[in-house]
């Protein structure tokens, strides 16, 4: 038990540690890469705590700050895509076995029981969205969706409590 506790410890702590809005690293995070003069790939990659909504919605502001970091106001999503990578974990199995024996003259009785732990298998889903977007400096004349980037920013960051 004294071996399983730190792993229960880390277990705990992590819980509630869905991917933070972040450059990519070890839980996932945002990319980008510039395709053309205002063409850009946005990604987002969560974790295993991290929700699809999120994980759309972080990919979403990513393309709003890139938009705005390069000169632009107004951008829009030319191809988007989500995703989701699974794997599984299993916790190791333990199994302890108790028991007690009394002997009567030449005769032995007794009793035992074995108590198995873990072996639980968890299936982990960490979702990805991508963005391909195209910038514009004043809002174009065209059927479908333009975002503010501007906007989109304030919206995001104020359902998920970014102050930076």
């Not at 190791?92 to 002997?103: D, E, L, V």
């Amino acid at each position: 038990m004294s071996r399983l506790l730190p792993f229960l410890l880390v277990s705990a702590l992590l819980a509630g540690c869905a991917t933070a809005y972040q450059r990519d690293g070890f839980s996932g995070g945002y990319t980008e890469t510039q395709l053309g003069e205002n063409i850009f790939q946005v990604s987002f990659r969560g974790n295993g705590y991290t929700r699809g909504e999120r994980a759309s919605d972080f990919a979403l502001l990513r393309s709003a700050e890139v938009t705005t970091e390069n000169g632009f106001r107004y951008f829009i999503v030319v191809e988007s895509g989500k995703d989701s990578s699974l794997s599984t974990y299993t916790t190791p199995t333990q199994s302890y076995t108790t028991g007690s024996a009394y002997g009567y003259g030449n005769t032995a009785y007794g009793s035992a029981t074995t108590t198995t732990y873990g072996g639980q298998t968890y299936i982990i889903r960490k979702p990805s969205a991508t963005n391909t977007i195209v910038c514009f400096k004043e809002k174009p004349e065209i059927a479908g969706l333009v975002f503010d980037a501007e906007f989109v920013k304030k919206s995001l960051k104020q359902k998920y409590g970014i102050t930076n």
